[in-house]
């Protein structure tokens, strides 16, 4: 759902007050009246899942409408009545503010709300329980000043991510105090580095986790952690610790009677984990008090995030990403992007139509709600990269909001039905997960029990029952080892599984140990040697899946979609039937909470079902941009599926483009500015052999360089220049140390010249970056007349030809490249294998030719009036509104170009890269 606008919104609220002006009754129009109001005129998103009407509470009453991301119950009354009638409620006589507040003292401390609205369909009042005498104290406007006062209700919508913020917060609190926590036990361990010591380490800090949480979220008596341990002396901690775990690992009825009254009071915890006898070092003084007055007594670790916590804690503790500095995780946005198009979005639609089918029986609902309830029960989730289980989580959070509201809805129905039983379902055994680290597998079951715990103190308020949290009945089923080796088989079985999901690791190949290389030898043969390590789990999930209607969605490095990359992948998923449903293309994944690494990635959905509806989501400066593509192709292009490569000729008939010259020299042939006028100054005749040289950086920022072009000089020449021949003697002594099967040494016996091109002519043509920032717009080429000698990151075509410029100057090959071109990082890497050869120049007659020669001259002429501006300066998007008369002629240019092709898409990319892959699928045969 797109965000409303202010003008939208005040529109919105006219419409709606101007709709509901003097009438509404509790009982009929309640839930119709708030719908419409946070969905249509606030703005909220999910307002199935997120808003829950006439929740049980142990009062014997119901909440009108709860909110819990909010933290606001709303009890509604009809028009005619006054919100300060007080009226005969479970034998009390209470105003609707004073019968909401007791609803609200009723309910765990982590789900009371801070706020209580009242509302009789004419009149709001807003109490804020934070504030004193919150029941005179209170905002309050009419219906009819609704839109001029909406801004008093934004809190509704906001707290959705105030309390996601608030999450993350105490989660980056907690991992920080627990990464302290951990260094000073650390130091306790007689032999902290061994691999025992480690694990016991790790064990001992995810088991007091988990004490903290249960302590705060009321699974454990008040405190009784924090008093259990509170008054020992810090050489009692040791033996205390080995004798709760103990405690919380053995049933009751099989404890020793004669345990103390405050270990009686812990309760049975199960789940594997406390079970196993772990080393336990010494506390000192100084770690108790950390332990009980900053990690314990400082923290609400009820309200920590699991998915969140998961990965800061996995991070902060594991030896291996904790070198790096910084605490990662993956933000729940992140994971929503993958989650979301692959089932949620599905799932939460269908609700959605149950609970909002006009015209069907309560007991029909009721049989509709119920099948609903055992579909998600029933749906299987693998993540085969599972880390911290921060994917599971998320998922096990969401579909435990779908429960909950398919749960408040049926208590609703069974009270009218005479029905009184409300089960909770959906089970941390529908989990499964693979990972090579075996502390994460820990912390990913401990996230998911905690996910579990939380999720079951909401569910209390909505059956108004105690559900039995402890101990732990189910667990998920994280596996530990490497997920390219292990038989996914023995770890669920293809046709049980419904959803693969994750984020395996992000690795190019030129990165990849030589153990990782026998991992994707072993997956895809000899023919894996250019792709980056993540392929593998596409390739696994694709073996795993056939035959199944299970469909996955993985997080990868861009490059698997573009350039050299795509054929030995792709061609082979798509041989054995495998479609590409979705995708986010290239965008930036944020999944560190400090020192953040910029890694940028893809997200692609694909399985052997063949959605009717395919789905992208396009990034840019400009914002996300969302599509409904008629096909997703290799490269995630609506277009056919074509496999470019690598080709040594253009397709089409234009100039060759080669790669520049590679000094090889050791920087002896290479001169700076200083260097050369020190040569010329010292030898005036060494000047007629002195010529710019370039690099695609210094093409683009207009940086002078220079180099000795030495092809045509002859011996009696060389000698009579003593400081030149100093330079090639230098150079060929280098050349003759490097490796003998390089090409370096190869030159040593042509020590005065860089690496011979062929293809290059001492003449015009055309500079093309090989590298260029992602960020613009247009890559900027240029012509090069003054005789400067590309490098090997500058590309030529050796023209003068304005209407080969002009093609590749516009829109339309920019758009291509963007798409088949690699990448450095998030840069563009042209190739003119991949890219130049490859792309598909329009068939014009002359006056199609001269009108792009026209614009594209206009596009030069522009550049000259901003003198002393480099190509980065004019082609800088944050600064394109200082150049206006160059922005205007490629604007003239792209539009020439388009009637070349004689199409209009108006600068529509996705448009004009599907019409280039149809001319190419044409031609390539």
């Not at 072009?709 to 003697?729: S, Y």
Request: glycine residues 6%; aromatic residues 10%.
């Amino acid at each position: 759902m797109t965000a409303l606008s202010p003008a939208e919104r005040l529109i919105a609220a006219k419409t709606f007050a101007k709709t509901w002006k003097g009438r509404g009754n509790e009982k009929s129009d309640t839930q119709q009246f708030w719908l419409e109001l946070l969905r249509d005129v606030i703005g909220m998103e999910d307002t199935t899942i997120n808003v829950i009407f006439e929740a049980k509470t142990s009062e014997r009453g119901y909440i009108d409408v709860w909110i819990p991301d909010a933290k606001a119950f709303i009890e509604q009354k009809s028009i005619d009545v006054s919100l300060d009638k007080a009226d005969i409620r479970q034998g009390k006589t209470v105003t609707a503010f004073q019968q909401a507040l007791n609803y609200a003292n009723t309910m765990q401390f982590s789900q009371r709300p801070r706020y209580i609205i009242t509302c009789n369909f004419d009149e709001f009042r807003v109490h804020d329980l934070d504030k004193e005498n919150a029941e005179i104290n209170y905002l309050s406007f009419t219906l009819e000043e609704l839109p001029n006062q909406l801004h008093l209700l934004d809190f509704l919508v906001d707290p959705q991510k105030n309390r996601a913020v608030r999450e993350e917060k105490v989660s980056m609190v907690a991992g920080k105090l627990v990464g302290k926590l951990y260094d000073a036990l650390r130091s306790q361990y007689l032999e902290p580095d061994t691999d025992e010591s480690q694990h016991s380490l790790n064990v001992l800090c995810v088991r007091l986790v988990f004490c903290l949480f249960a302590e705060d979220a009321g699974l454990f008596n008040k405190n009784a952690f924090y008093d259990y341990l509170n008054g020992l002396r810090h050489d009692q901690v040791r033996t205390a610790l080995i004798e709760l775990f103990q405690v919380l690992n053995t049933p009751v009825e099989q404890r020793d009677p004669y345990l103390s009254d405050q270990l009686k009071a812990f309760p049975y915890v199960n789940g594997g984990l406390f079970a196993k006898d772990e080393q336990i070092p010494h506390f000192t003084a100084e770690i108790l008090d950390l332990l009980l007055h900053d990690v314990s007594e400082k923290t609400n670790w009820s309200e920590i995030s699991p998915t969140i916590f998961g990965g800061v804690f996995e991070s902060t503790l594991n030896p291996e990403t904790r070198a790096k500095g910084g605490m990662h995780y993956t933000s729940p946005e992140n994971i929503h992007k993958v989650i979301d198009p692959l089932f949620l979005d599905a799932l939460k639609d269908e609700l959605t139509q149950i609970l909002e089918e006009p015209g069907v029986s309560a007991n029909k609902r009721k049989k509709n709600l119920e099948a609903f309830h055992n579909k998600i029960a029933g749906l299987t989730f693998f993540d085969p990269a599972c880390g911290s289980g921060n994917f599971l989580t998320e998922t096990y959070i969401h579909l435990r909001k779908l429960e909950n509201k398919i749960l408040s809805e049926l208590a609703g129905d069974q009270t009218q039905l005479g029905f009184s039983d409300v089960t909770l379902k959906v089970s941390l055994n529908q989990f499964h997960g693979i990972e090579i680290n075996d502390f994460a597998v820990s912390v990913a079951s401990t996230a998911l029990w905690i996910a579990q715990l939380q999720a079951n103190l909401e569910a209390e308020e909505i059956v108004t029952t105690n559900i039995e949290s402890l101990p732990l009945h189910d667990a998920a089923n994280i596996h530990h080892g490497n997920a390219l080796r292990i038989d996914w088989n023995e770890v669920i079985a293809p046709e049980k599984c419904n959803y693969i999901i994750g984020n395996p690791p992000f690795l190019g190949y030129s990165r990849l140990t030589d153990e990782q290389k026998e991992d994707r030898k072993a997956i895809f043969g000899k023919d894996g040697g250019l792709l980056d390590y993540v392929a593998c789990w596409h390739k696994k999930a694709a073996d795993f899946m056939e035959g199944t209607q299970c469909e996955a969605a993985l997080v990868s490095t861009n490059s698997i979609c573009q350039g050299q990359q795509v054929a030995p992948l792709w061609q082979t998923l798509f041989d054995a039937g495998i479609k590409i449903n979705f995708a986010h293309r290239t965008f930036v994944w944020s999944n560190e909470a400090t020192d953040q690494a910029h890694v940028f990635c893809i997200i692609v959905g694909f399985s052997y079902v063949d959605r009717e509806l395919k789905q992208a989501w396009t990034y840019s400066r400009a914002g996300v941009e969302y599509s409904e593509p008629t096909h997703l192709n290799g490269y995630l292009a609506d277009a056919p599926d074509v496999f470019l490569t690598r080709r040594s000729k253009p397709i089409s008939s234009v100039p060759e483009m080669a790669q520049g010259f590679k000094p090889a020299d050791g920087g002896n042939l290479l001169l700076s500015p200083s260097e050369r006028d020190e040569l010329i100054a010292r030898e005036p005749a060494a000047e007629k052999w002195i010529r710019k040289f370039s690099m695609g950086a210094e093409f683009i920022n207009g940086r002078d360089r220079y180099c000795l072009w030495l092809p045509e000089i002859t011996g009696a020449e060389l000698k009579a220049l003593p400081l030149v021949r100093k330079h090639v003697d230098d150079c060929r002594e280098w050349r003759l140390a490097q490796t003998k099967t390089g090409d370096a040494f190869k030159l040593a016996d042509r020590p005065h010249i860089l690496r011979p091109n062929g293809k290059f002519l001492d003449g015009p043509y055309i500079g093309i970056p090989k590298v260029s920032s992602e960020r613009r717009k247009w890559v900027p080429f240029g012509f090069v007349r003054d005789g400067m000698i590309p490098g090997d990151m500058l590309y030529f075509i050796p023209s003068d030809s304005l209407f080969v410029f002009g093609v590749m100057m516009s829109q339309f090959q920019n758009a291509w490249m963007r798409v088949v071109a690699g990448r450095l990082k998030s840069d563009y890497r042209y190739g003119n294998t991949t890219v130049y050869n490859n792309f598909v120049f329009p068939e014009v007659d002359k006056a199609g030719r001269v009108d792009v020669e026209k614009r594209a001259q206009a596009v030069l002429d522009a550049r000259e009036l901003y003198a002393g501006a480099t190509l980065a300066d004019m082609y800088d998007p944050d600064n394109d509104f200082l150049y206006p008369e160059l922005m205007k002629a490629h604007r003239e240019l792209d539009k020439a170009v388009e009637r070349a092709y004689g199409v209009d898409f108006d600068g529509d990319e996705q448009k004009i890269v599907s019409h280039l892959f149809g001319l190419y699928d044409k031609l390539r045969w």
